[in-house]
């Protein structure tokens, strides 16, 4: 726009020479006369006339030259006012107005480029508590007027302009004097707490606030926001509705979480994680029916990290879909080695589920290994479900369509668990094993193991048990009518190796039934 505004400028000046140059030579020459003269003395030529219309036309193009410059303005105005609204939505957030992750890296950025590590302010993040129930039971409709809400509250006790969404429910103010800051974070706490009206009732809404100082909490913007961060996430693990200053505490536990999210990344590079194989045992016959795939991290000392540990550090840092892949692609090429009617198990983690190119991922694995995908089996809990019913279903169709099974791992001990029954399909239901190791002992337990095998065979789904350790729980479980076992009593997880010897007859089972 710019460039044309130039342009025309330029031409107009060109014309306004041109337009002077020859005024001067009709008045040297005394042009005017001359004609006036010729046209008389040639009056049956009709020139007058002619040179009539050419100014009646001449004054027509100036009048439409000047409406479409007047045009051109009005355009160069709205593409204007159109580019401010492009650039404030891309630092601004559309719902609540305020300024966006985007804007706060900038305002972090040029702050550091101005002031390098002297100056001195606090960072304040603020995560709600209860949004997301708020979201599922009600709808977003109400969460959207929560949000608009929590971002009015902020307003009252914050400048506009420090203060920032982050995404989600989570939002960042910015205190330049950190004098002030924990009294800020506690009057917003305060604000938060309240309820937020909606449709003649309320809505019961909390947050968490984690607090840090630039630069005795982080040498730049951005180490001082992740330092806040991590003390919002302290605050929450600590009960919620509070505010938890970036302490010494909180920074030895970020480099510990910074040096064991290295490791894991190294180890997912380099193979230290591996997957190991616990044998699924059918009760009726006693054979091996397959293998569930667990994962392991053996450090190079020998020592085993729990995949409790490790498991949701790769959920947090991103590494969870590389870390499937590794080991999916593992067992099904240990798979390929057993017997054809031997079936792997293998674990997705509910946030892959939210994964549209998770089963595009899993076929193309299976077509590297060269693994039948009726031998594999994807188990899945209640919770990853729920979490995106949409995505979730998209997937799980795609998945059986190629062959795979689908088992609900985990039964009983999430919600909705009969409602997912109804709205989805699958191929076995496994019983947890905090019913197992208890259902001999208390009679609720074991009215509950005994309703979920009867609905599997009303369902006409095999079911299978986890963490059998008795001969005991065994019995009554094989006696109930239960499809698979698995557990400490048949093996643990082992490596592949030791996996292979099963079928050699080189090693057996703790047990066997008899047929």
């Known amino acids: ?21 020859a005024f001067g030579i009709f008045h040297y020459f005394d042009s005017y006369e001359s004609l006036l003269a010729f046209l008389q003395t040639h009056e049956d030529y009709e020139i007058d006339e002619f040179l009539l219309a050419l100014d009646i036309f001449g004054v027509l193009c100036l009048i439409y030259g000047i409406l479409r410059f007047w045009d051109f303005h009005r355009e160069q105005k709205r593409r204007e006012k159109a580019e401010s609204q492009i650039d404030w939505m891309a630092l601004h957030d559309n719902l609540t107005g305020l300024q966006n992750r985007h804007s706060l890296e900038r305002r972090l950025r040029t702050a550091e480029e101005a002031f390098g590590g002297s100056r001195r302010f606090s960072v304040l993040v603020i995560d709600l508590d209860g949004f997301k129930r708020i ?63 909606f449709n003649e009732t309320s809505l019961d809404i909390g947050a968490s606030i984690g607090v840090a100082t630039a630069p005795t909490d982080g040498a730049s913007g951005v180490e001082c926001l992740r330092a806040a961060d991590a003390a919002m996430y302290t605050a929450k693990a600590a009960g919620r509705g509070k505010v938890q200053v970036f302490d010494a505490t909180i920074r030895e536990r970020m480099q510990r979480r910074d040096v064991a999210e290295r490791n894991l990344r190294h180890a997912v590079a380099y193979g230290g994680i591996r997957p190991f194989y616990q044998p699924i045992i059918d009760l009726q016959s006693g054979r091996i029916s397959g293998f569930e795939a667990l994962a392991r991290w053996q450090m190079e000392d020998g020592h085993f990290i729990p995949p409790a540990d490790f498991i949701p550090l790769a959920e947090d840092s991103g590494l969870m879909t590389r870390l499937t ?28 589920l939210k994964d549209r190119m998770l089963g595009l991922r899993i076929l193309a694995i299976l077509m590297e290994t060269s693994l039948d995908p009726r031998r594999l089996e994807i188990e899945i809990t209640e919770t990853a479900l729920i979490q995106d019913l949409e995505t979730a279903a998209s997937i799980l169709s ?10 609900l791992d985990d039964f009983g001990i999430g919600y909705s668990n009969l409602a ?90 703790p047990l066997r039934l008899s047929s």
């Open 1 to 21: 726009m710019k460039l044309y505004a130039r342009k025309a400028v330029w031409q107009a000046w060109l014309l306004g020479a041109v337009g002077a140059v």
């Open 135 to 197: 979201n599922d039971l009600v709808g977003h409709h109400a969460g959207d007027l929560v949000l608009t809400t929590i971002a009015a509250r902020l307003r009252d006790h914050v400048a506009d302009d420090n203060l920032y969404r982050m995404g989600g429910d989570e939002f960042v103010a910015v205190i330049d004097t950190p004098s002030l800051a924990l009294p800020v974070a506690m009057a917003l706490l305060q604000s938060l707490n309240r309820p937020v009206p």
């Open 325 to 352: 892949d590794v080991l999916l692609r593992q067992a099904c090429l240990d798979a390929a080695d057993w017997p054809a009617d031997t079936r792997l198990s293998f674990n997705i983690s509910p946030i892959q």
């Open 398 to 407: 795609e998945l059986r369509a190629a062959g795979i099974s689908v088992a």
């Open 420 to 509: 997912q029954l109804s709205n989805f399909s699958f191929d076995k239901i496994k019983i947890d094993r905090s019913f197992v190791s208890s259902f001999q002992d208390q009679e609720k337990q074991e009215k509950i193991v005994r309703a979920i095998v009867g609905l599997g065979m009303g369902l006409d789904v095999p079911t299978t048990a986890e963490g059998i350790e008795t001969e005991d729980q065994l019995s009554s479980l094989s006696s109930m009518g239960c499809t698979y076992g698995q557990g400490f009593l048949f093996g643990k997880a082992i490596p592949a190796e030791e996996a292979r010897l099963m079928f050699d007859g080189r090693c057996t089972l």
